[in-house]
Nanobody, 124 residues
Framework: QVQLVESGGGLVQAGGSLRLSCAASGRTFSNYAMGWFRQAPGKEREFVAAISRSGDGSYYADSVKGRFTISRENAKNTVYLQMNSLKPEDTALYYC?????????????????WGQGTQVTVSS
């Protein structure tokens, strides 16, 4: 089992920045590809970004490309999501997830463990 705990969410004005963190425990963190997803009210959960086990590969949803950056520190068992130039449409509950298989997974079903989420609200 892997336990994931997100933090860093909050209320920010449009154009601002936030840095989300996800701390993992329970298994060897570097054995897992990591991803960030988000879910806005009334919408399905959607992929945001993913990073490979060693951090040498990453992938982003088109909607966040150029504004968000995913990174990880395996020594700290932590994955981050730096979010810049935030827009009201980025408002959502943000989840981190861990995948045992795949290099940079982008589908919900490819992930085995999920955190509880951290709320991000961007005001206009």
């Amino acid at each position: 089992q892997v336990q994931l705990v997100e933090s860093g969410g909050g209320l920010v004005q449009a154009g601002g920045s936030l840095r989300l963190s996800c701390a993992a425990s329970g298994r060897t963190f570097s054995n897992y590809a990591m991803g960030w997803f988000r879910q806005a009210p009334g919408k399905e959960r959607e992929f945001v970004a993913a990073i490979s086990r060693s951090g040498d590969g990453s992938y982003y949803a088109d909607s966040v490309k150029g504004r968000f950056t995913i990174s990880r520190e395996n020594a700290k068992n932590t994955v981050y999501l730096q979010m810049n130039s935030l827009k009201p449409e980025d408002t959502a509950l943000y989840y981190c997830a861990a995948a045992q298989r795949g290099w940079v997974p982008i589908k919900n079903y490819e992930y085995d463990y999920w955190g509880q989420g951290t709320q991000v609200t961007v005001s206009s």
